[in-house]
């Protein structure tokens, strides 16, 4: 279901990738319309902290989308920007890694 903005989160329900053998995960679909952002990123995004110890705004993702558009590549180096100007001087927290994907038709 979309939020009144019409962005959706998707929860996370496997450990990472890589992390363990015989780890299971599960599938499920998504349909994207034509003009449709998926934003996928590691927790890294989700999980970066200020100084204060404050959280990354996720809802600044969907703001991040719409001002981008159909500039995906530019999303994601947006994306970057904003989690590293959040977390401030401490660089050395969790990877951040993005993957933007614009469907056209």
Do not use: K, W, Y
């Not at 989160?9 to 952002?37: I, R, V």
């Not at 993702?61 to 159909?70: C, T």
């Amino acid at each position: 279901d979309r939020d009144g903005d019409g962005s959706a989160a998707l929860a996370a329900n496997a450990p990472a990738l890589g992390l363990f053998d015989g780890a299971g995960f599960s599938a499920g679909d998504l349909q994207l319309a034509s003009g449709d952002t998926l934003l996928v990123m590691s927790d890294g995004v989700s999980e970066a902290v200020d100084g204060d110890g404050r959280e990354f705004e996720i809802a600044a993702l969907a703001r991040l989308a719409r001002r981008f558009g159909d500039d995906v590549g530019g999303l994601a180096a947006a994306v970057i920007d904003a989690v590293c100007a959040h977390r401030g001087r401490d660089q050395g927290q969790d990877d951040v890694t993005v993957l933007a994907l614009r469907r056209r038709a």
